[in-house]
């Protein structure tokens, strides 16, 4: 039996938002990789080991990953939302990359999941209706002067936005930053979207007019979006319903 | 019985990129209303109507459903994909915006899917593992002149890039301009990936270099992508694997 890695998202929470796919994955592999809360996630069984390791340590666990499907293992390596976006996919082929020449030849697959921007907005409506970007707010790993550049860039193409990572206990300025950026860039009160913990039992989704939100709004379970200059509210008895028209007018 | 609006999305093609959750909704629908090639992918049953319609009709398909659900039935949209990307969902809110207030009231979800973006970068490694945007080429919605800014302010930002609808039989041109503007733009060699029939038995994935490209390679079951600038290639014996480095040196 030959080896293999998968690296499966696992959605934004929900088992109801786990693909078949997934779920077919994890129940063939011998063993599973990943942070601790996401590998808890995943049920015990006979046969199954469960390897969870801490934060940070995406490429000692992306090796110890291509090293067990190097020796037969059936490995999947799980993220939450999709493992292309922010998380564990790029770790694992970076290691490839820099790894022994025949981990390229390895069975190295990507399962996608349902990612947390589009949990989030499907829940507020659809504020990223038209064109958007993904950012990811955390400078671990670029210069925050690169993510000031994107955020204004962003603002001059009127794209929507959706902000990953957008705030920890370790790095509590670059989102207020962030915010007094768009709040100059922008110069409008177009609506933004704070939703925290998406589709599991602590989920809260709110909707704040740009110029009223405030830093602390966020922290690192919650998903920012923001309205282009065309999106729209629609008030109700309910949550108010925000989505990006499709056309923009000549 | 009340009825009910569910807004959903089926994801590229494959059934095992269904989730669960839509998969329920589909089977409590009385009805189901969408593009004709994305309701043929429902099965039917007793009980089940189903309301196939033509492209280009978003806005009355809309109306139909949210009338329907008005009457207590139980409606389910069908988009491919995410219904919040470049889809259902922002038709159906221009629907309810523009109707009688009492469509305020329905309950109305959107169920999130797999949108083909991260369908067809997982398919080739994780291009958009860094910064990205996602582009709708077109222009039937919106001016030419907004998608050439939007793509020359997205390469200055340096986002991995994701075009939906890049090419038409009516509109051939489109493609080829943008082709012309990030040959140009971009001044380098960057991988792009255009990934045909994503999770289908049509599926084609090409990487070719953009210097390389030709409009010809794209359809409208083609999506696009582009890498940044840091976006790598993986050399290997099957399809080489392209990625985007999660970190930008200082």
Redesign the interface.
Known sequence: MSGWVVIAGL?PG????????VR?ALAEATDVVGYIPYVARVAERPGLTLHPSDNRV?IDRSRHALEMAAEGKRVVVVSSG??????M??????A??AGPPAW??LD????????AM??A???A????????????LSDN???WA?IE??LR??V????AMAFYNPRSKSRPEGFEKTLDILKDACGDNRPMIFARAVSTADEVIRVVPLQETTPEMADMRTMVLVGSSST?V?????AP?V??????P?
């Open positions: 959605g929900a088992e109801a938002l786990v693909t078949p796919e077919d995406e999709d493992p292309g976006v922010f998380a996919a790029a770790a694992v082929f970076e490839v990359e390229r030849d190295i697959r990507v399962l996608p999941g349902i990612t589009l949990a907005a499907a829940r409506g659809a504020p990223l209706g038209h064109d958007f970007c993904a950012i990811n790993l670029k210069p690169l550049k994107r860039l962003a001059e193409a009127d794209f729209r629609i008030e109700r008895a309910g319903i989505y990006t028209p499709r056309s923009v000549e």
